[in-house]
């Protein structure tokens, strides 16, 4: 098969660290894979298989469509107006539609939720390509938080699409009241067989973009004010917040338990996940949590607030801890449990290096050939 993957970018970053990876994947197993990047930047922070196609179709945006997209949303702002996808992206949309007529790609699989709004657009230019809409977050906080301001194309765009690929179950229910062409697929592992701590350092790790709303940066404050004695959070991330987070860990006299290491490629946060004894995950929302199953393959155990995500990684619970209505009180008094006991760690590594196995590529991959056959046979 001949597969097209657009995103709209591929740079630091869980979704583009799934996307390369499943692309990486698919093209091994003998299909023909190209990657588009849709900021028109072409930058791949993650290796990509040298036989992948890369090409640079897309134009970055101009000054005038910045200007034009910030008018929009002001306008939004005030009165509610629902924006024209189109308006935003006019000539990466006109770059991507001439990319895709002068090619031969039987299925295009679009990731998130601005590339969804598209839809219908390529629909109407080319109605016998089979699209893929891809999501990487959950329903309600695409629809309610980032992409509410072109909802209307959103919904339309999912409505249109050939298939729907979600990543829960809960989220499948969500999409199929709209689409009943919909599916879940986990994320695939995106870390190869690896080593298993040893549980012994007094380290704990958390990975993310160093965004304080969505990540939960502040409650690592609430932690690292709890902290035992010679205990430290390990952060590996980049992230727009970055300087406002580094300043809270100044503020609240820090820097010697919460610990920036920047952004690492895989084989550095292998060996970040390696030195630590347990994981946590304060994210306020989470669609997925590809870093809970990294730190799961690493054999740590898992401490989360209970969201979509983490929830459906960890089984409700029966695969690592999490904690309600992002209680910080009770998160922290769950992650001295483990701090306190080695054999109540040892216990959920097990359970983690268990239950990871069902994220391994080759049974995700599997999966993904199963629904692009049955689209291909319609």
């Avoid at 306020?284 to 809970?292: C, K, Q, T, Y």
Wanted: glycine share 6%; with cysteine.
């Amino acid at each position: 098969m001949n597969i097209c993957i657009v995103n709209t970018g591929f740079q630091l970053g869980g979704v583009e660290r799934v996307a390369i990876e499943l692309a990486n994947s698919m093209q091994r197993n003998g299909e023909n894979v190209s990657l588009i990047d849709f900021s028109g930047d072409n930058t791949f922070f993650y290796n990509v298989d040298q036989d992948i196609n890369t090409p640079q179709v897309i134009n970055p945006r101009k000054l005038k469509r910045k200007l034009i997209k910030r008018a929009l949303y002001l306008k939004y702002k005030f009165n509610k107006s629902p924006i024209n996808i189109t308006n935003l992206y006019k000539e990466q949309v006109e770059d991507l539609i001439k990319y895709l007529k002068n090619n031969d790609h039987e299925i295009l699989i679009l990731c998130q939720g601005l590339l969804t709004a598209l839809i219908p657009i390529l629909k109407k230019e080319m109605p016998n390509m089979k699209i893929i809409a891809w999501q990487h977050n959950d329903y309600d906080v695409y629809t309610n938080q980032y992409y509410k301001e072109f909802i209307s194309d959103y919904i339309l765009g999912v409505n249109q699409a050939d298939l729907v690929v979600c990543l829960t179950a809960s989220d499948l229910d969500k999409f199929k009241k709209i689409n009943i062409n919909s599916c879940y697929i986990y994320n695939p592992l995106t870390i190869s067989e690896t080593k298993i701590s040893k549980l012994n350092n007094k380290n704990i790790i958390f990975v993310g973009r160093l965004a304080i709303n969505q990540k939960g940066l502040d409650y690592l404050i609430d932690i690292g004010n709890q902290l035992e004695k010679d205990w430290k959070i390990l952060v590996a991330g980049e992230g727009v917040d970055k300087e406002k987070f580094t300043k809270m860990i100044s503020d609240n006299k820090l820097e010697d338990k919460i610990i920036l290491k920047g952004a690492l490629k895989s084989e550095e946060l292998i060996d970040l996940y390696l030195s630590g004894s347990i994981f946590i995950s304060t994210s306020r929302w989470e669609g997925f949590g590809l870093v809970i199953t990294e730190a799961m393959a690493c054999g740590l155990p898992i401490v989360s607030f209970n969201n979509l995500g983490p929830k459906e990684i960890l089984k409700d619970g029966d695969y690592g801890i999490l904690v309600k209505d992002h209680n910080i009180n009770n998160f922290i008094t769950e992650l001295k449990k483990l701090i306190e006991y080695k054999e109540s760690r040892e216990m959920f590594q097990l359970k983690s290096l268990e239950r990871v196995q069902d994220f391994k590529i080759d049974i995700i991959l599997t999966k993904w050939n199963v629904e692009l056959k049955k689209l291909i046979a319609k």
